[in-house]
């Protein structure tokens, strides 16, 4: 599942990470201006029951958060 924001689309958008796991995560900017974007990761602790991570989000518990600086810049086409 992606998520569009405007002109970037991130996938995926939920999901479980176990602890010393690693996943990709895909970020795609559309044509627009040059300007600081931003990118905020929120997590939470998970119970190993739980299966649907987008769901997990809307239970009770800690929501921890992020900041990732995105900077664009202009690129020349060749």
């Known amino acids: 599942m992606a998520e569009s924001i405007a002109?970037?689309?991130v996938s995926p958008v939920?999901?479980?990470l176990?602890?010393?796991a690693s996943m990709d995560l895909q970020i795609l900017r559309q044509e627009g201006p040059t300007r600081?974007?931003?990118l905020i990761i929120m997590y939470k602790?998970?119970?190993r029951s739980?299966?649907?991570p987008k769901k997990s989000f809307e239970n009770e518990g800690v929501t921890a958060k992020k900041v990732?600086?995105?900077i664009t810049r202009d690129v020349?086409?060749?």
Do not use: V
């Open 45 to 47: 602790e998970a119970k």
């Open 76 to 78: 020349e086409e060749t």
């Open 36 to 38: 600081n974007d931003k």
């Open 50 to 52: 739980e299966k649907d």
């Open 18 to 20: 176990d602890s010393g």
């Open 68 to 70: 990732i600086p995105l």
């Open 7 to 9: 002109n970037r689309e």
């Open 14 to 16: 939920y999901s479980f």
